[in-house]
């Protein structure tokens, strides 16, 4: 892998499983860019993750147009070129059905659904100079639910579909991938001031058929195999990490 040519933008990078993914790429070599709307938590992870040179953080709320091309922009302006493109970004509203506004609703698919469209647009004429990779963070939500999720799910079910069109469209300079993660604890993931002490308990990993709770690291290392170009039969397709749990039947 030449570094040179690997550069790899990752909306949502700053928390979670963005930052996890962030460390994983710095650790394969790529040059990162971390797009997150929340500054405190882009510059300590910039700082954390101590990628020096390779890593810089781009303040970007990816609902907006004009901040996803000032991110396209100021990844080349820094790094020259973009390889990967990690459509990580994303918010949870939960709400009765009957309380959920449409105003929620909207800023929920806007953040979701809408932001890997704008990242997707803007990003494509570069990532077809190097044969790119797009990889979509979806969720088992897409799949399943839990009462109250409408708007979650439905933006990652929408995000599943972006997917296959997205891949269809941009091939095949372009491969364009999704993964839908389960339980995955991002506690120690977070910014430090909001960062939490508390961890799934031997239940929680119980009920899991891999026998435990999900990690970042689980979703990223399948994110880098997916950017990776030696994986250039893959496309179009949705990979779910949940330890097995999409495919548990459970009786009470």
């Known amino acids: 892998m030449e570094e040179k040519r690997r550069v790899a933008v990752i909306t949502g990078g700053a ?29 300590e992870a910039v700082r954390e993750l101590a990628g020096g040179e390779r890593v810089r953080f781009v303040e970007t709320d990816v609902a907006s147009e004009k901040a996803v091309e000032r991110l396209v922009e100021t990844t080349l302006t820094e790094f020259g070129v973009l390889d ?8 949870m509203v ?10 929620a609703w909207q800023k929920v698919l806007a953040v979701n659904l809408t932001g890997p ?11 077809r100079e190097g044969g790119g ?18 708007a979650y799910s439905a933006s990652k079910g929408g995000l599943l579909a972006l997917t296959h069109a997205l891949s269809v469209s941009l091939g095949p300079e372009i491969r364009v991938n999704a993964i839908s993660p389960g ?40 994110a880098l ?3 990776d170009p030696v994986n250039g039969f893959i ?14 039947m459970i009786y009470a």
């Open 15 to 43: 928390q979670g499983i963005g930052r996890g993914s962030a460390q994983a790429f710095l650790a394969a070599g790529y040059r990162v860019v971390i797009a997150d709307c929340d500054g405190e938590a882009g510059e």
């Open 94 to 103: 939960r709400s009765p059905l009957a309380e959920l506004t449409q105003e």
């Open 183 to 222: 339980w995955i604890d991002v506690g120690p993931w977070q910014k430090s001031s909001s960062r939490t002490t508390d961890v799934p308990g031997a239940a929680d990993h119980r009920q899991h058929p891999a026998g435990r709770v999900g990690t970042p690291e689980d979703v990223a290392n399948l």
């Open 133 to 150: 990779a797009i990889v979509n963070i979806a969720s088992t939500r897409a799949l399943m639910s839990e009462p109250d999720t409408e």
């Open 235 to 248: 496309t179009g397709q949705n990979f779910v990490v949940d330890g097995g749990m999409t495919k548990k």
């Open 117 to 127: 469209m704008l990242c997707a647009r803007y990003a494509a004429p570069h990532l």
């Open 225 to 227: 195999f997916l950017a």
């Open 84 to 91: 990967v493109l990690i459509n990580n970004a994303g918010i």
